[in-house]
Nanobody, 115 residues
Protein backbone atom coordinates (compact mmCIF):
# COMPACT_ATOMS: atom_id res chain seq x y z
CA UNK A 1 0.00 0.00 0.00
CA UNK A 2 1.41 3.36 -1.02
CA UNK A 3 1.71 5.97 1.69
CA UNK A 4 2.85 9.59 1.32
CA UNK A 5 3.55 11.52 4.51
CA UNK A 6 4.12 15.27 4.39
CA UNK A 7 5.92 17.23 7.08
CA UNK A 8 7.64 20.54 7.72
CA UNK A 9 4.73 22.95 7.75
CA UNK A 10 4.16 25.59 10.37
CA UNK A 11 3.62 29.27 11.08
CA UNK A 12 6.06 31.65 9.41
CA UNK A 13 6.19 35.40 8.95
CA UNK A 14 5.96 36.97 5.50
CA UNK A 15 9.34 36.81 3.83
CA UNK A 16 10.32 33.70 5.76
CA UNK A 17 11.22 30.22 4.57
CA UNK A 18 10.13 26.66 5.15
CA UNK A 19 11.22 23.31 3.79
CA UNK A 20 8.58 20.66 3.29
CA UNK A 21 9.34 16.96 3.04
CA UNK A 22 7.30 14.08 1.66
CA UNK A 23 8.32 10.54 2.51
CA UNK A 24 7.00 7.76 0.29
CA UNK A 25 6.62 4.11 1.19
CA UNK A 26 5.13 1.06 -0.45
CA UNK A 27 6.14 1.95 -3.97
CA UNK A 28 9.06 2.20 -6.31
CA UNK A 29 9.38 5.94 -5.76
CA UNK A 30 11.98 6.57 -8.44
CA UNK A 31 9.67 5.64 -11.32
CA UNK A 32 7.18 8.41 -10.63
CA UNK A 33 7.07 12.06 -11.49
CA UNK A 34 6.10 13.80 -8.27
CA UNK A 35 4.31 17.00 -7.47
CA UNK A 36 3.56 19.34 -4.62
CA UNK A 37 0.00 20.60 -4.47
CA UNK A 38 -1.75 23.03 -2.15
CA UNK A 39 -5.27 23.86 -1.12
CA UNK A 40 -6.09 27.21 0.43
CA UNK A 41 -9.28 27.72 2.42
CA UNK A 42 -12.27 27.91 0.10
CA UNK A 43 -10.22 27.18 -3.00
CA UNK A 44 -9.55 24.23 -5.26
CA UNK A 45 -6.38 22.20 -4.84
CA UNK A 46 -3.71 23.35 -7.26
CA UNK A 47 -0.39 22.07 -8.51
CA UNK A 48 2.50 24.13 -7.18
CA UNK A 49 5.55 22.34 -8.54
CA UNK A 50 6.49 19.07 -10.17
CA UNK A 51 9.64 17.09 -10.83
CA UNK A 52 10.05 14.25 -13.27
CA UNK A 53 12.16 11.14 -12.87
CA UNK A 54 15.13 12.83 -14.52
CA UNK A 55 15.01 15.85 -12.25
CA UNK A 56 13.41 18.37 -14.61
CA UNK A 57 11.12 20.77 -12.79
CA UNK A 58 8.15 22.98 -13.50
CA UNK A 59 6.45 25.60 -11.32
CA UNK A 60 3.21 27.49 -11.09
CA UNK A 61 3.68 31.14 -12.03
CA UNK A 62 2.68 32.20 -8.52
CA UNK A 63 5.70 30.48 -6.94
CA UNK A 64 8.28 30.64 -9.72
CA UNK A 65 11.58 32.00 -8.42
CA UNK A 66 10.58 31.45 -4.78
CA UNK A 67 9.98 27.70 -4.48
CA UNK A 68 12.29 24.83 -5.39
CA UNK A 69 11.25 21.21 -5.69
CA UNK A 70 13.81 18.42 -5.41
CA UNK A 71 13.92 14.71 -4.82
CA UNK A 72 16.19 12.13 -3.23
CA UNK A 73 15.36 8.74 -4.73
CA UNK A 74 17.65 6.94 -2.29
CA UNK A 75 15.55 8.28 0.57
CA UNK A 76 12.19 8.01 -1.24
CA UNK A 77 11.63 11.66 -0.41
CA UNK A 78 10.60 14.78 -2.29
CA UNK A 79 11.19 18.27 -0.91
CA UNK A 80 9.78 21.73 -1.40
CA UNK A 81 11.98 24.64 -0.36
CA UNK A 82 9.81 27.73 0.02
CA UNK A 83 11.42 31.14 0.28
CA UNK A 84 10.02 34.68 0.37
CA UNK A 85 6.74 33.34 1.63
CA UNK A 86 3.63 35.47 1.26
CA UNK A 87 0.27 35.38 3.05
CA UNK A 88 -1.20 34.05 -0.20
CA UNK A 89 0.92 30.92 0.20
CA UNK A 90 -1.12 29.92 3.24
CA UNK A 91 -2.59 26.48 2.50
CA UNK A 92 -2.42 22.80 3.25
CA UNK A 93 0.39 21.36 1.14
CA UNK A 94 0.27 17.83 -0.24
CA UNK A 95 2.56 15.68 -2.30
CA UNK A 96 1.41 13.14 -4.83
CA UNK A 97 2.46 11.66 -8.10
CA UNK A 98 2.15 13.79 -11.20
CA UNK A 99 -0.49 13.46 -12.48
CA UNK A 100 -2.02 12.89 -9.07
CA UNK A 101 -3.22 9.45 -8.03
CA UNK A 102 -6.49 9.74 -6.15
CA UNK A 103 -5.75 6.99 -3.66
CA UNK A 104 -2.36 8.44 -2.72
CA UNK A 105 -3.51 11.70 -1.10
CA UNK A 106 -2.17 12.04 2.44
CA UNK A 107 -3.15 14.40 5.23
CA UNK A 108 -0.92 17.21 4.04
CA UNK A 109 0.98 19.74 6.10
CA UNK A 110 -0.37 23.17 6.99
CA UNK A 111 1.62 26.26 6.08
CA UNK A 112 0.46 29.53 7.57
CA UNK A 113 2.13 32.77 6.53
CA UNK A 114 1.17 35.56 8.86
CA UNK A 115 2.66 38.32 10.94
Amino acid sequence: QVQLVESGGGLVQPGGSLRLSCAASGTIFSIYAMGWYRQAPGKQRELVARINTGGSTNYADSVKGRFTISRDNAKNTVYLQMNSLKPGDTAVYYCNTYPATRSYWGKGTLVTVSS
